[in-house]
Structures are given as structure tokens and as C-alpha cells.
């Protein structure tokens, strides 16, 4: 767990970072505790911390208790602050949603519109941050649409998706008690932690191999 970001001017702090684990942040998961979406989310995340990144998770109780984005309740939500906070010192971030009607659900959308907070900040959105993302659905057709959906969405914000984005078929209901049953799902969770974490450590050591700015 992360703790307070610290009162420095921006360049000092993001000096002292490159000294520090990356930190990691996981977005996803569905309204049901345990949910395939979260646990799947759970094994990637632990694999980037396996790789040496710090990580922190948003799931099911975070997301299904942020209020609708920009409604008074928003404003007044801690988990929003933190969320908010949490990206704002990401070095990478993880998205992971359920194939709903053949796109991302509406949680988890609602959670990614929080990112909005930051279109004024010297780093804008999730410019320069490598992004894992995780689709699933109970089939594979609304596995592609999703993934797209959430490329799409990471382009708009300035992200980097990261080379392998995992599609689950949960219809064999492949995860149990956080582990996740097929072999070669489980490889692909891992490779989108690892990915997340290495494009991330990339970027700490050369920050210039993902600069936009001069775009
Ligand atoms: C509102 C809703 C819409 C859904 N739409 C689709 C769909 O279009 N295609 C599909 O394959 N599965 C669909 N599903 C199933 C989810 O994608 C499935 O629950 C997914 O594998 C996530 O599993 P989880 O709930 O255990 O995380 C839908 C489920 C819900 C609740």
C-alpha cells in the first residue's frame, strides 16, 4: 500500500520516484465480490508485484461505491479522492472490465470517467503510462469488442496499451478462490502484469521513449 504523495514540487518528486518501486494501479472488476473480472484483475496485479512494482487495487467495493461521476455525491466521495490520487502517482496502470452487451460495463466506465480530474495537470490523463487491459465475458465474441473498447478508451487518455491484451471466456468458470484454472489464461494475466511493470520501470529509467509532448 501507498502511502500520502508527498508535498514536493513536481520535478523533485518525480526524481526521487525513479528511486522507488513503480507503483501500479488495477481498475476493474464487476458489482459481485469475487467476481471472474476482479480475481482475473487480482493475478495480474500480483504478477506486476512479483516483478518489483508496487500495486493497488480498485475493485468490486471501490468501483461499485464511486457515485456517477460528476453528480454532487462525486465531489464528496473519498473513494473518488483516492482514486484520483492514485493515478495521479501511477507509473502504469491495469484495466480490467466484463463484456457487457458486447462493450465495458458501466462501473467500470463510470471509474475511468474519474480520470477526467486530472485533464488539468502537468501530466495529463494517463499520457506517457503503460496500460495492461483484461476483458471477459461469457463467450468470446464480446471478449474482442470489449478489448477494443478499452484500447480506444486508453488512446483517448493518452495512455500506452501494452502489446498483450488478455481476452477471457469465463463460461467454463475458470477461476476459484483467486486462482485461475486454465494455464494458458493464467500466462497471459501474468505477461499483462509483467508488461505493465517493465514498460513502466522502462519509462522511469528513459522517460523520453514515451514523451508526447512534442507531438
Ligand atoms: C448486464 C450484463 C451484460 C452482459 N453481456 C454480455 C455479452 O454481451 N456477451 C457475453 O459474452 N457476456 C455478457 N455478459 C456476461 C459477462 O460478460 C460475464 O459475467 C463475464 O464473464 C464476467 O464474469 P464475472 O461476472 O464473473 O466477472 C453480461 C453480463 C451482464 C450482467
Redesign the pocket.
Known sequence: MQGEPPKLPFREYEDRRMHTAPFIVGIG??A?PR????QALALALTAAEAAGATVRMFGCDEIAALPHYLTPAAAECDTGRTLVDAIRRADGLILAS?????SI?GLVKNAIDYIEDTAKDDRVYLDGLPVGLIA????W???GSTLATLRSIVHALRGWPTPLGAA????AGI?RDGECLDERTATQLQLVGRQVQEFASLRRSRPAIMNTSAA
Open positions: 472488476g464487476t459481485r467476481s471472474s473480472t476482479e466484463p463484456g457487457y452487451h458486447g460495463s471477459t465475458a461469457y463467450g465474441q464480446a471478449t477471457i471466456n469465463t463460461s477461476f
